[in-house]
């Protein structure tokens, strides 16, 4: 059974690998992660905040009679709230590489141009095989518009690709007015692959203390839907790899996500519940059921329920919302 697929230019024995997480802040859980047979590890995001900070520290430490650290930065988490550093990152990259033969991405997690994009050719440097650039940003300000949004994250993303020889891969949010336009614009931009997609953690209002609440909670199949239809629009319509992370946590998750479209599948919240095992027990059950369909290859399902191969392709468009209405009783 063939189920070698490409991500990144990497050929990979499986689809199967580790999203971006806490997982591999630790060594061991990273060599169980490998034995279980993870074909990549996406290690967990350097922010934008992080390394900004750190360099006004450093500037307030040699210029102590200058204020020079901005109201702003005290409403992010501080130092001792990341495992990890901007200095610990990069020695945690040369620690991985190390240990594991996978390809090990690292991420970078920021919207705004500036020297913290230095730091995307020190992970370069460090050993990374490839750079996941997760743009998480919500537009609060009235005044600023959606194509101000998205033309920064195409410069962004050219910048980045600019300066670096390793791949470059795109995780995306699915709020963008046209999300197929957005697609073709980063792949212009030279983006080797888009991650579908980033989770937006929504903050709840604790009513008795008047407080605004965070918490995180481990994604459910239900999550997969918004990201099989997207992967069916846009397989075929860029050369840039796709990827899917979010929902899938079963084999039949798996399989939905390379029919529709997906090239690689990244697992978090399933690792997270079920430990490393669960790579080894969604791999093999996509292998048995493969081979019970009498699929030769991966490749031969991937994207056989795309938009354009799709028996019934008004399924991903307007069409399905009128139906769906009408279904109702």
């Not at 307030?60 to 501080?78: C, L, N, R």
């Not at 697609?183 to 008795?208: C, H, K, S, T």
């Not at 629009?233 to 992370?245: D, Y």
């Not at 994207?303 to 307007?318: K, T, V, W």
């Amino acid at each position: 059974m063939n189920m070698t697929t490409k991500w990144l230019g990497f050929d990979l024995p499986h689809p199967f690998m580790v999203g971006a997480s806490p997982m591999l802040d630790d060594l061991d859980m990273v060599k169980r992660l490998e034995d279980a047979g993870a074909a990549a590890l996406v290690m967990r995001s350097l922010f934008e905040e992080q390394i900004v900070s750190e360099e006004l520290a450093t500037h307030a430490a040699m210029e102590s009679h200058e204020h020079t650290s901005g109201e702003a930065t005290s409403y992010f988490p501080g130092a001792a709230d990341f495992s990890l550093g901007p200095h610990e990152y990069l020695e945690q990259i040369r620690k991985i590489k190390a240990a594991v033969s996978v390809p090990v991405i690292a991420s970078l997690n920021g919207v705004h141009d500036g020297r913290w994009l230095a730091y995307a050719k020190q992970i370069q440097e460090a050993g990374a095989d490839a750079l996941e650039l997760n743009c998480y940003f919500l537009a609060t300000d009235p005044a600023v518009s959606g194509k101000e949004v998205e033309t920064q994250l195409f410069e962004l993303v050219a910048q980045v690709r600019q300066g670096l020889s390793i791949p470059v891969a795109v995780k995306l949010s699915a709020w963008y007015s046209s999300m197929a336009h957005m697609a073709r614009r980063l792949d212009e931009a030279g983006a080797d692959g888009l991650v579908l997609f980033n989770r937006f953690y929504q903050p709840d209002i604790d009513i008795e203390n008047l407080e605004v609440t965070r918490q995180l909670a481990l994604s459910c199949s239900d999550e997969l839907l918004l990201r099989l239809r997207w992967l069916a629009i846009l397989h075929g319509k860029v050369a840039a790899g796709l990827a899917v992370t979010g929902g899938v946590h079963t084999t039949t998750d798996a399989i939905k996500a390379v029919m529709a479209g997906a090239d690689a599948v990244q697992l978090v919240s399933t690792l997270l519940d079920k430990g490393p095992q669960q790579l080894t027990a969604l791999r093999d059950g996509m292998a048995r059921w493969m081979e019970e369909k009498e699929y030769e290859s991966l490749a031969q399902m991937k994207g056989s329920m795309s938009l354009d191969r799709s028996p019934d392709p008004y399924a991903f468009e307007r069409a399905n919302y009128m139906h769906v209405l009408q279904s109702w009783r």
